[in-house]
């Protein structure tokens, strides 16, 4: 059976009376009635793929969960208020979190590349950031203010390090598991059930007694993503990976240094990296967001759980949308959604200064859900223009060195929070919702490359 599950379609089809509850269950979840499918990876793995999608299923969905239990643009701003530290370290969240994914990732793929097992890169990388998310909740329960927030901003880093290992990883071992055909269905059933979860845990926050439970809760979600995170990797060493070739683990740093001429040479790209560098004034505005409703909340874990499902409503309600969008025009997507993020920055200050009876906890739940949204077409936008720009010779180089960019202008952009500690967190939204402003202007002189049916 094993030889013909891909050649023959009369014997896989003639045996499914013999097969396990396993085989079933995927075989009514994929769609999967006649054949199985079994495209682009080795014919070994055909028998071996309900077990994988499973296993890389429960993994991945295990991952999801933790990352927003332990969301930096979320929870961490919101226990970094709660515990006193400062605004600088607040705004470093998020490019930390980001960058420590981003760059590090063109030195480890080439070794990776080396390895003609790739799954345990994962499960270490996983069991590593189980042990940086429990040593953030020990720093959680052990430090205040301005110690607090270092000790678990230098743990973050581990934990980004070591998320941008599984990110790599992933995707290799993901390749030789499962199915071309099957790859997108596991990665939205994932998405979706983890949506419905962090839903939950929103709605689970409005019920919850911030005096009786103080800062347990923060301890409690960061060990809950820990062990999340020892799950998957327990969950991974299931998956049966054949050895694949280990051929192309050059030195991708130096590839990547080679490319980096595109900057000089390409002019649309080159203004692409720099309308994309203005960006970041979208991704970098959330946890101020989340910082101001902490502070105005007086720590009420309710509001924290109206900013959970105001983000994860931001997410299913703007793909749709944003996706059709960029189709037609992604030029004109990162252009409205930055200008959206502008004008919310706008907004909000004036509301702080003004009419700050207004900014109640769902008020600032509508302003993250429409921020969340911006930030969803802003993110949606260019990938789409940077795939539509490039062809198929120069587009990896292109994403190799955008991502390199982005990763050490993140980092640079972070230093953001000192204005927070100067002049207080609505002056930093205001600041950077102008920014977003003249990104979405700088953005109008980019090239139109979309091509609409």
Same mark, same amino acid.
């Given at each position: ?78 226990? *970094? ?9 607040? #705004? ?7 960058? #420590? ?142 050895? #694949? ?53 007086? #720590? ?97 180089? *292109? ?10 202008? *993140? ?43």
């Amino acid at each position: 059976m094993k030889q013909q599950t891909i050649d023959s379609t009369p014997t896989l089809a003639g045996s499914r009376q013999h097969q396990s509850p396993l085989d079933s269950l995927y075989d009514l979840i994929t769609g999967d009635e006649d054949a199985r499918v079994c495209k682009d990876i080795p014919s070994e793995s055909c028998r071996d793929q309900p077990r994988n999608f499973f296993a890389y299923l429960v993994a991945n969905l295990f991952t999801k969960v933790a990352d927003e239990l332990a969301s930096a643009k979320l929870v961490l701003p919101w226990l *970094m208020g709660w515990l006193g530290a400062p605004a600088l370290i607040v #705004g470093l969240l998020v490019p930390i979190r980001e960058a #420590g994914v981003l760059v590090p990732q063109l030195a480890v793929a080439a070794y990776i590349r080396r390895l003609a097992l790739r799954k345990w890169v994962w499960i270490i990388g996983s069991l590593a950031s189980a042990l940086a998310l429990t040593l953030m909740a020990f720093a959680a329960a052990s430090f205040s203010g301005a110690i607090a927030g270092w000790v678990i901003l230098g743990l973050l880093v581990l934990f980004s390090l070591m998320r941008g290992l599984c990110s790599v990883s992933a995707k290799d071992v993901l390749g030789k598991t499962v199915s071309k055909a099957r790859r997108g269905h596991l990665m939205g059933l994932a998405a979706g059930i983890a949506g419905v979860l962090t839903l939950a845990l929103g709605l689970a926050l409005q019920f919850i007694n911030k005096d009786e439970t103080s800062g347990l809760l923060f301890i409690v979600l960061l060990g809950g993503a820990a062990l999340l995170f020892a799950l998957a990797a327990a969950v991974f060493v299931l998956i049966r990976e054949q050895p #694949g070739a280990t051929e192309g683990g050059g030195n991708a740093i130096t590839a990547a240094l080679e490319s980096i001429g595109l900057l000089r040479t390409d002019r649309d790209f080159r203004h692409f990296v720099l309308v994309r560098t203005a960006l970041l004034s979208v991704a970098l505005a959330p946890p101020f967001y989340v910082l101001l409703a902490q502070q105005d909340s007086g #720590g009420d874990l309710g509001a924290l759980g109206l900013l959970i499902i105001a983000s994860g409503l931001a997410n299913s309600i703007s793909a749709p949308i944003w996706g059709r969008f960029s189709d037609r025009s992604a030029r004109l997507v990162m252009v409205t959604s930055a200008a959206l993020a502008g004008l919310l920055g706008l907004l909000t200050w004036a509301l702080v200064q003004f009419a700050p009876s207004l900014l109640t906890g769902f008020g600032f739940s509508l302003l993250f859900l429409l921020l969340g949204i911006a930030h969803a077409g802003v993110r949606l936008g260019r990938k789409v223009y940077l795939v539509d720009m490039a062809n198929n010779e120069t587009r990896a180089s *292109m994403v190799a060195v955008s991502n390199t960019v982005i990763g050490v202008a *993140m980092l640079a952009g972070g230093l953001i929070g000192l204005l927070g500690d100067l002049y207080g967190t609505a002056f930093v939204i205001l600041v950077l919702g102008i920014a977003s402003i003249a990104a979405a202007v700088y953005a109008l002189r980019l090239r139109e490359v979309s091509e609409p049916d």
